[in-house]
């Protein structure tokens, strides 16, 4: 083929490409991979297994192989005798399909909706709901990421949500989303507070109270110590810059932007809109029961973790 007809036929494919959905964009890109060589998920999991085989039932290290059932080993414990297998108690437990795991992976990776997922996995829609939420559940919560250097924090409010149930557990009328909240009271919002340093560490746990002690239970271990804190006005910022013997920057109700020039909360402000906009738009709200596992994603997002990253934190 010479140059000008390869050319050609490149520019074909582009063009049909851009008008292509996320959904059928994927497909192409797994038909794309499918040329290449291909880990399987067992191969992904066995190794996390093997560093620190134990009984999921008693916790007991004295293991002995069981079998296979497939292609996947099974063990029976010397202590409890119980047997199982890698997966059993973790969130990949009695999962089907693992031969498509990676890929479903892949669309979290670009942040697909439940229906674009399932019809780049050829799978149910309850299907891919459930394992949007397997895939989450082990880092629902866990915010350990250490911050250091330049650190900025907020905290925002979302409207609490039923998203889902038949019956609201509220004694009021159902709620049409985006409305029928007073933004100037924090009844019926939910607190989450976001902390992001300059190396792109990130925290984001959602809040009891919108307290100085709670915002202090929730951030002040994630500090490193001699660090520069960057906050809005909030005096509960000031006493736990103080407890870390942290530089403290405050930026009060935005007659102050930027302090020196480098000083300021504009990415941690910006990544609060990132997730209100997905959370509110693309995802069109979710439950407050979930919540933490949207949060999850969105640092499995920050981070930029690929296919094989994600099941990895998935497997916990």
């Given at each position: ?51 620190s085989p134990q ?250 973790l690929d296919k ?9």
């Open positions: 083929m010479n140059t000008k007809s390869f050319v050609s036929k490149l520019n074909r494919i582009t063009k049909q490409l851009s008008s292509m959905t996320p959904a059928q964009r994927e497909i192409v890109h797994q038909s794309i991979q499918a040329l290449e060589a291909e880990i399987s998920t067992d191969e992904i999991i066995q190794p996390l297994f093997d560093l009984c999921p039932h008693c916790e007991s290290t004295q293991l002995k192989k069981w079998g296979k059932s497939g292609a996947i080993q099974r063990y029976r414990c010397k202590g409890c005798h119980k047997t199982f297998n890698n997966k059993t108690k973790t969130p990949f437990s009695r999962l089907h399909k693992s031969h498509l795991w990676e890929d479903y992976a892949r669309c979290m990776q670009l942040k697909l909706t439940l229906r674009e997922a399932a019809e780049v996995c050829g799978i149910n829609l309850k299907t891919a709901f459930l394992w949007r939420h397997r895939f989450l559940v082990a880092q629902a919560g866990k915010n350990d990421d250490k911050l250091s250097g330049i650190i900025e924090v907020d905290e925002f409010f979302l409207a609490y949500s039923e998203k889902g149930s038949n019956t609201l557990a509220e004694q009021r009328q159902p709620r049409k989303r985006g409305g029928g909240i007073d933004k100037r009271t924090k009844h019926g919002q939910v607190a989450v507070l976001l902390s992001i340093d300059r190396s792109n560490h990130m925290i984001n746990p959602m809040l009891a109270a919108d307290t100085t002690a709670e915002i202090a239970a929730n951030l002040a271990e994630n500090i490193t110590e001699h660090s520069v804190l960057c906050s809005d006005g909030s005096w509960s910022y000031v006493v736990i810059a103080k407890q870390k013997h942290c530089d403290h920057k405050r930026l009060i109700n935005g007659e102050i932007r930027v302090i020196d020039e480098v000083y300021h909360i504009q990415t941690v402000n910006g990544a609060i809109a990132n997730f209100k906009g997905w959370i509110n738009g693309k995802m069109k709200g979710v439950a407050t029961k979930y919540l933490s596992n949207y949060l999850a994603w969105f640092r499995e997002s920050n981070a930029k094989q990253q994600i099941l990895v934190a998935a497997y916990g």
